[in-house]
């Protein structure tokens, strides 16, 4: 069945490096990937998004790459601050299944 | 606007009784998923409603059902409660369904098993 691979499960830097969490899935259909972050005691929210047609994508300090031929896909934080830290989910989706599969997580922690 | 509405926000059961929990979704939202996050497992998919219809369950017991409504308000049961079934449950709504765009979430509903 779907399932999506995230690692590593917790990740700890300084503040102002950079950060890579990474995500592979095994349903080759999948077509949209998007990334949420939860804070401590919050719900999920969507930080960034990338679909099967484009290879990276940037917002500001995050960037997220896609490898469809590996099934791979990753999220890089650049200068991190300590509001960065929170756990953060990958996911994988495929067009009209209104099914989105969550990788494990992984708890960032940005010391100052 | 509105957020996602989740109710009740707490509840504690024994086993073997039933749960209801309830999600409003964004005005305008026809597809509302739910997930059961746990600390070992993450978030995982329970089932997709749009448009009143389930297009998708995840793999979860029978005992885990859901529906949604002609407002697209959906409910989630769980029948003969499982100590295992303690978690935060979250509903999240999407204009058209998971794969389109964002998904929002309520705040959840934490259910106790005891």
């Known amino acids: 069945g779907e399932n999506v691979e995230q690692h590593p499960s917790t990740l700890s830097v300084q503040e102002g490096d950079s950060a890579v969490i990474k995500c592979t899935y095994s349903d080759s259909a999948s077509n949209y990937f998007p990334w949420y972050k939860q804070e401590l005691g919050k719900r999920p929210q969507l930080i960034i998004d990338i679909r099967s047609n484009v290879g990276e994508k940037k917002d500001q300090r995050i960037a997220v790459t896609l490898n469809k031929t590996a099934k791979h896909f990753s999220l890089h934080i650049t200068e991190t601050q300590p509001e960065d830290s929170a756990v953060y989910f990958c996911a994988a989706s495929r067009s009209n299944t209104g099914k989105l599969i969550f990788g494990q997580g992984t708890t960032l922690q940005v010391k100052p | 606007k509105a957020g996602v509405t989740q109710t009740p926000r707490y509840l504690i059961k024994t086993r073997g009784q039933q749960v209801t929990l309830s999600c409003s979704p964004i005005?305008?939202?026809?597809?509302v998923s739910w997930y059961q996050q746990t600390p070992g497992q993450g978030l995982q998919f329970l089932f997709e409603y749009f448009s009143e219809t389930q297009r998708n369950k995840g793999n979860f017991p029978g005992r885990f059902s859901g529906r949604q409504f002609s407002n697209s308000r959906s409910e989630m049961n769980v029948s003969t409660l499982e100590l295992g079934d303690s978690a935060l449950y979250l509903c999240?709504?999407?204009?058209?369904?998971?794969?389109?765009?964002?998904?929002?979430f309520g705040e959840g509903s934490r259910l106790t098993v005891l």
């Open positions: 999240a709504s999407s204009l058209e369904g998971a794969d389109t765009g964002e998904l929002f």
């Open positions: 005005s305008g939202h026809r597809s």
